[in-house]
């Protein structure tokens, strides 16, 4: 192993050579038209924004007055971007700089280097996007693709003493190695790729006794691939086998001591699917199994002791008017039978979605999520109690449904949307009474939308929850008005929701909530006339009142930004904003300390930032 672990590392550090030598600069992402490129570039922006608060009735739950300043620098030389970041407050100054994790991934033709910190995907069940500090090298000539690399994956870190008794947990340096090899034929395609990464037992000193921390060592090793089968079937499957080492140091003695071998073994992780695709339809059958203890060192995080089967299938008709999507999947956990509990989850879910013009649309979707957990008690040979066994159901329901009419002209545009979901969660264990909790939710709004960027929306909200004898409702208006003023250079933007709250055996209460925001670029009063500077979109925003928009109400904003406009760089780009928000809480019936009858709060923020 030693043996082939040097002679990869000079195979890589010869292949970035004969590159160097074909690129004979590394300076740019992409060498190939290097001098087309600007060699410096500077951008950034600076931010500033200020809170100010003030509350009646209770206590203030934040500072009267609160203030940011962000910045950031980015220096580009060929593409090589050194970013600068920092941000003050009158709470906490934060200061970063990247330095510590800079790379650079330069190209030439068919050839990639990866230089400094990177990362690289060979597989999901070995290396996935795992950050690494070192050297890597893609080619990619005609139908091939070759990948490698070597580096750090983690750096080592003392246990650092927390206080006189406890330390945190070290870190062990470890590297990694790996390669994969991709061709692509005429209707299908192969991948076998390796990785291997080991941790240093040297770079760390010191280890805690209670610390679980240990030395892993870890080979992962896989092929993959797809075939077209025929016409419209295709196979595609993966399968990976791990070979991981808990602990490195080997042999050792625990408490009676006992000679103790430490957790090492191989195992398997692999999926397959099918595919079947139709002009009007189409289906998908996966499986999928990982052994237990399958671990790699190449990701941040994987599942083990699972299979998963799944059949997905779409469906369209009408001319694509109408379009319906099935999904249902099985998932088990505890494969060997050797866990104390076992999950069983059942999923299925159905979409959809009706078009008959271009005024309506219908959409709607149901899932079904069925969970069933086994816990078992501890086997002892002479006494058996069946009430240490347990059986939990959790079944999760939900539906919704939405309808949206739209109507008006080019230059009024007009639409009336019904939005609604339903969910249920029922909870059965063995001994225990049954849970059931279900949600409601609804909202009716009306809309209209000028060309000249005015609109107004008010809409009707209500939810409702049930969990046992507990019941809690709450529904009200919303209003939404937004104006361009002074030639379209402020956006103005008003909002006013009111919220009735009822709960079971409770004091009802009410929630007003008014918004007031004016947002300006000064660059457009400054900067002469409007067809030099940047030209703003003028539609008005849809996330005040939370409703999902028809396309039609858009196309006003796209209109807008279709003509090019010059930008006035010597002014840079300023965005200016001032926002009020009030909210009074009123409250009828019983009065305490945390639930006072009525409390007002009041906060402005501003809002600036220069982009150059």
């Known amino acids: ?48 924004n200020a809170i100010g608060y003030h509350a009646d009735g209770i206590e203030e739950r934040r500072d009267p007055f609160t203030w940011y300043l962000n910045g950031n620098l980015n220096i580009s030389i060929y593409d090589f971007a050194i970013p600068l970041t920092f941000s003050y407050t009158n709470r906490q100054l934060n200061y970063t700089q990247p330095f510590n994790q800079i790379g650079i991934t330069p190209s030439y033709k068919w050839v990639k280097a990866h230089l400094g910190y990177s990362n690289m995907n060979f597989s999901t069940y070995s290396l996935s996007g795992h950050t690494f500090l070192g050297g890597g090298v893609e080619l990619t000539p005609g139908k091939w693709n070759i990948q490698a690399m070597y580096g750090r994956l983690n750096k080592a870190i003392g246990a650092a003493q927390m206080d006189s008794v406890n330390y945190a947990d070290p870190v062990y340096k470890r590297m990694g190695y790996g390669a994969k090899a991709s061709y692509w034929g005429e209707g299908y395609n192969v991948d076998v790729s390796v990785f291997s990464a080991k941790d240093d037992v040297e770079s760390v000193d010191f280890v805690p006794q209670d610390s679980e921390v240990t030395p892993e060592d870890n080979t992962v090793w896989s092929i993959a691939g797809s075939k077209q089968l025929m016409e419209r079937v295709s196979l595609n499957f993966e399968y990976a086998q791990s070979y991981y080492n808990r602990d490195t140091r080997g042999v050792t003695l625990d408490s009676t001591e006992t000679e103790n071998i430490n957790t090492s073994g191989v195992f398997d992780a692999y999926n397959f699917g099918i595919a079947y695709a139709h002009n009007i339809y189409s289906l998908l059958l996966k499986y999928e199994r990982i052994d237990p203890g399958y671990e790699t060192l190449g990701a941040y995080y994987n599942n083990n002791d699972m299979e998963n089967i799944t059949l997905n299938g779409s469906l369209n008709l009408l001319r694509n008017q109408l379009s319906i999507g099935v999904s249902s999947g099985v998932q088990r956990n505890n494969l060997e039978d050797t866990e104390a509990s076992a999950t069983r989850r059942v999923v299925g879910s159905v979409n959809v979605n009706y078009s008959p013009s271009q005024q309506w649309n219908f959409a709607t979707s149901y899932s079904n999520f069925n969970t069933y957990t086994n816990v078992r008690a501890q086997a002892d040979p002479t006494f058996r109690d069946e009430l240490d066994t347990l059986n939990f159901y959790q079944v999760n329901q939900s539906a919704t449904l939405s309808t949206m009419y739209s ?7 007009k639409s009336i949307s019904l939005n609604g979901s339903y969910q249920i969660t029922n909870e059965e264990a063995t001994g225990a009474e049954d849970a059931q909790s279900t949600f409601f939710s609804g909202n009716l709004a009306y809309r209209f939308s000028l060309t000249g960027g005015t609109s107004a929306s008010a809409a009707l909200n209500g939810n409702k929850s049930v969990f046992g004898t507990s019941e809690s409702r709450s529904y009200g208006p919303n209003l939404t008005l937004s104006k361009p003023l002074m030639n379209k250079n402020i956006r103005s933007t008003f909002s006013g929701t009111y919220l009735k709250q009822e709960t079971t055996g409770r004091p009802t209460s009410g929630i007003l909530n008014l918004r007031l925001n004016f947002g300006l670029k000064p660059q457009k009063m400054l900067g002469g006339k409007q067809k030099e500077l ?67 709060e009041l906060t402005i923020t501003l809002n600036y930032s220069y982009r150059f």
């Not at 192993?1 to 002679?7: A, C, F, I, R």
């Not at 009123?586 to 409390?599: D, Q, R």
Request: one cysteine or more; aromatic letters at 8%.
């Open 1 to 48: 192993m030693k043996v082939l672990k040097n002679h990869f590392i000079a195979g890589v550090f010869l292949t970035c050579g004969l590159w160097w030598l074909t690129a004979h600069q590394i300076s740019g992402q992409d060498l190939t038209d290097l001098t087309e490129k600007e060699p410096v570039k500077v951008t950034g922006g600076l931010g500033y």
């Open 407 to 413: 109507f008006g002209s080019r230059e009024v545009r």
């Open 534 to 600: 940047e030209q703003e979109p003028e539609g008005p925003p849809s996330t005040v009142t939370g409703i999902n928009m028809p396309a039609e109400f858009a196309d006003i904003e796209k209109e807008e930004e279709k003509a090019p406009v010059k930008k006035n760089k010597g002014l840079g780009e300023h965005s200016l904003s001032i926002g009020l928000s009030y909210m009074k809480k009123l409250t009828s019936g019983e009065t305490t300390v945390t639930n006072p009858s009525e409390f007002s």
